[in-house]
């Protein structure tokens, strides 16, 4: 299969996204800029063809996917009932990194939640995201269009490199401003709870519903086995191909612990690292700026592959806000391996 790629401009875009949308709807794959991450959109009302996304990504057949809509009103479909805590988040969040999980309805298939009876619903901000959805008439299942295990693509030429072959059309809609996926909040307990951290941070919910828990998956390495609230956390995740080894130090042990090394090997560093780096290094954002941390974390976790080392020593994100969600990332992507320095 030949894999176009269209470019958004102002004077396109309503023509792109006609042409995605007609691709939706006669059952294929597109995939689709968003706020956070780029996604690969199939109708969810189409079992096969939501069955075609987990062939083409090589994605476990028990992690479910979110099911995007471009106005709230579309989530009553969706959905059992939409309690007063999702309608308070969804009037401060939606169109936004904000994915809720609530009680499905019958309409939505068995194949976009895996089975369980709950579905995750999310409101992107990005105008041509919801201009397609829109265009398509149905809700868009989504999960990120990088091949299952890699990091999350953040640029169409990502998606490409992942997607080539395997999908008709990318819609190219520059860079991703967040950078890392959605927030996943859970309403189906008494108490609402962060599943995966996001784009809206956990004190940005609390505002809104006074309080919210943290799942314990979102900071721990959770076993195969075990039962989790969200399937995608057992998985390895966000992963280059090269070894990642996350160090923990301020900013003179981590300099110094690097340019104590020996062999190959690169550092993942923030930008006010590099000039005193002897290594090869690939820079994500600035120290002080968690959001633009977020915004580079998954493309230079690509670039890091091409440094051609063996392990990539990354420096400890701050964890406060969106840091926490660069953290989920980073620890995922490195199998929890943390060195203290
Ligand atoms: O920002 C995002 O959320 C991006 C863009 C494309 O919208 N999408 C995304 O999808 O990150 P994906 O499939 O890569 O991650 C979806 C996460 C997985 O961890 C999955 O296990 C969880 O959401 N999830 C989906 N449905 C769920 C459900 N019913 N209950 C619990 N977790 C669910
Ligand atoms: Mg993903």
Known sequence: ????????????????????????????????????????????????AVKSIFQAKGRPQDNPLIVHISEIEEIYNLVKNFPE???????KFWPGPMTLILKKSSKVPDTVTAGLDTVAVRLPRNETARAIIKQAGVPVAAPSANLSGSPSPTDAQSVYDDMNGRIPLIIDGGRCEVGVESTVISLIGEKAKILRPGGVTAQQIRDVLGDVEIDKAVLNEVSKDEKVSSPGMKYKHYAPKTKVVIVKGDDSSYRRFLNEQTGKFGALCFEEDAKYLKCKFVTYGKSTNPDSQSAALFSALRQADNLGVDVIFARYPNEEGIGLAVLNRLLRSAAFDVKEV
């Not at 396109?12 to 991450?37: D, H, S, Y």
């Not at 805590?85 to 009037?91: E, I, T």
């Open 1 to 48: 299969m030949k894999t176009e790629i269209i470019r958004i401009d102002s004077e396109n875009q309503k023509g792109a996204a006609e042409k995605a949308a007609k691709l939706l709807r006669e059952g294929a794959l597109v995939a689709i800029p968003t706020e956070t991450v780029y996604g690969l959109g199939a109708n969810a009302l189409d079992e096969n």
């Open 85 to 91: 805590s999702a309608r308070k988040l969804a009037a």
